[in-house]
Nanobody, 124 residues
Framework: QVQLVESGGGLVQAGGSLRLSCAAS????????MGWFRQAPGKEREFVAA????????YYADSVKGRFTISRDNAKNTVSLQMNSLKPEDTAVYSC?????????????????WGQGTQVTVSS
Protein backbone atom coordinates (compact mmCIF):
# COMPACT_ATOMS: atom_id res chain seq x y z
CA GLN A 1 0.00 0.00 0.00
CA VAL A 2 1.46 3.31 -1.09
CA GLN A 3 1.46 6.05 1.50
CA LEU A 4 2.68 9.63 1.57
CA VAL A 5 2.72 11.10 5.07
CA GLU A 6 3.44 14.76 5.67
CA SER A 7 4.75 16.35 8.83
CA GLY A 8 6.12 19.67 10.02
CA GLY A 9 3.15 21.98 9.64
CA GLY A 10 2.11 24.41 12.32
CA LEU A 11 1.55 28.02 13.31
CA VAL A 12 4.25 30.60 12.65
CA GLN A 13 4.46 34.37 12.55
CA ALA A 14 4.99 36.22 9.31
CA GLY A 15 8.65 36.22 8.38
CA GLY A 16 9.25 32.92 10.11
CA SER A 17 10.23 29.52 8.76
CA LEU A 18 8.88 25.99 8.68
CA ARG A 19 10.17 22.77 7.21
CA LEU A 20 7.72 20.23 5.83
CA SER A 21 8.64 16.61 5.27
CA CYS A 22 6.95 13.84 3.34
CA ALA A 23 7.76 10.20 3.98
CA ALA A 24 6.86 7.81 1.19
CA SER A 25 6.32 4.09 1.67
CA UNK A 26 4.92 1.13 -0.17
CA UNK A 27 7.13 1.39 -3.21
CA UNK A 28 10.33 2.95 -4.45
CA UNK A 29 9.90 6.49 -5.72
CA UNK A 30 13.28 6.91 -7.33
CA UNK A 31 11.70 7.26 -10.80
CA UNK A 32 8.96 9.56 -9.60
CA UNK A 33 8.82 13.33 -9.65
CA MET A 34 7.72 14.54 -6.23
CA GLY A 35 6.33 17.84 -5.12
CA TRP A 36 4.08 19.97 -2.98
CA PHE A 37 0.70 21.53 -3.58
CA ARG A 38 -1.40 23.69 -1.28
CA GLN A 39 -5.02 24.60 -0.84
CA ALA A 40 -6.24 27.61 1.08
CA PRO A 41 -9.84 27.85 2.35
CA GLY A 42 -12.23 28.69 -0.46
CA LYS A 43 -9.54 28.37 -3.11
CA GLU A 44 -8.49 25.72 -5.59
CA ARG A 45 -5.44 23.59 -4.99
CA GLU A 46 -2.32 25.15 -6.47
CA PHE A 47 1.13 23.92 -7.35
CA VAL A 48 3.96 24.99 -5.04
CA ALA A 49 7.16 23.14 -5.96
CA ALA A 50 8.41 19.97 -7.64
CA UNK A 51 11.66 18.06 -7.92
CA UNK A 52 12.75 15.52 -10.49
CA UNK A 53 13.52 11.92 -9.56
CA UNK A 54 17.26 12.60 -9.76
CA UNK A 55 16.93 15.86 -7.79
CA UNK A 56 18.70 17.51 -10.72
CA UNK A 57 15.78 19.76 -11.58
CA UNK A 58 13.37 21.79 -9.52
CA TYR A 59 10.46 24.04 -10.34
CA TYR A 60 8.67 26.59 -8.19
CA ALA A 61 5.52 28.63 -8.37
CA ASP A 62 6.31 32.31 -8.83
CA SER A 63 4.66 33.10 -5.51
CA VAL A 64 7.23 31.06 -3.54
CA LYS A 65 10.34 31.39 -5.71
CA GLY A 66 13.31 32.57 -3.66
CA ARG A 67 11.59 31.74 -0.36
CA PHE A 68 10.92 27.99 -0.57
CA THR A 69 13.39 25.20 -1.32
CA ILE A 70 12.44 21.64 -2.22
CA SER A 71 14.79 18.71 -1.73
CA ARG A 72 14.63 14.92 -1.66
CA ASP A 73 16.53 11.96 -0.29
CA ASN A 74 15.90 8.89 -2.43
CA ALA A 75 17.73 6.63 0.00
CA LYS A 76 15.16 7.55 2.65
CA ASN A 77 12.19 7.98 0.30
CA THR A 78 11.58 11.49 1.62
CA VAL A 79 10.95 14.92 0.15
CA SER A 80 11.18 18.17 2.10
CA LEU A 81 10.06 21.75 1.66
CA GLN A 82 11.97 24.45 3.50
CA MET A 83 9.79 27.53 3.75
CA ASN A 84 11.38 30.84 4.72
CA SER A 85 10.06 34.40 4.91
CA LEU A 86 6.54 33.07 5.30
CA LYS A 87 3.62 35.34 4.55
CA PRO A 88 -0.01 35.18 5.72
CA GLU A 89 -0.98 34.30 2.14
CA ASP A 90 1.05 31.10 2.46
CA THR A 91 -1.57 29.81 4.90
CA ALA A 92 -2.99 26.57 3.48
CA VAL A 93 -3.07 22.82 3.76
CA TYR A 94 0.11 21.55 2.11
CA SER A 95 0.04 18.15 0.44
CA CYS A 96 2.83 15.99 -0.88
CA UNK A 97 2.39 14.38 -4.30
CA UNK A 98 4.23 11.89 -6.48
CA UNK A 99 3.96 11.08 -10.17
CA UNK A 100 6.12 8.92 -12.43
CA UNK A 101 8.11 10.71 -15.10
CA UNK A 102 8.94 14.36 -15.65
CA UNK A 103 8.43 17.02 -13.04
CA UNK A 104 6.38 19.20 -15.38
CA UNK A 105 3.86 16.36 -15.59
CA UNK A 106 3.48 16.54 -11.82
CA UNK A 107 3.26 20.33 -11.97
CA UNK A 108 0.59 20.29 -14.68
CA UNK A 109 -1.48 17.24 -13.78
CA UNK A 110 -0.91 16.64 -10.10
CA UNK A 111 0.13 13.42 -8.47
CA UNK A 112 -0.79 9.78 -8.89
CA UNK A 113 -0.31 9.57 -5.16
CA TRP A 114 -1.21 12.15 -2.54
CA GLY A 115 -0.65 12.64 1.14
CA GLN A 116 -3.44 13.78 3.42
CA GLY A 117 -1.91 17.17 4.01
CA THR A 118 -0.52 19.25 6.84
CA GLN A 119 -1.82 22.63 7.94
CA VAL A 120 0.43 25.67 7.71
CA THR A 121 -0.87 28.85 9.32
CA VAL A 122 1.04 32.13 9.09
CA SER A 123 -0.14 34.90 11.39
CA SER A 124 0.38 38.57 10.59
Amino acid sequence: QVQLVESGGGLVQAGGSLRLSCAASGRTFTTYAMGWFRQAPGKEREFVAAISWSAGSTYYADSVKGRFTISRDNAKNTVSLQMNSLKPEDTAVYSCAARPGQLHHLRNWGGNYWGQGTQVTVSS
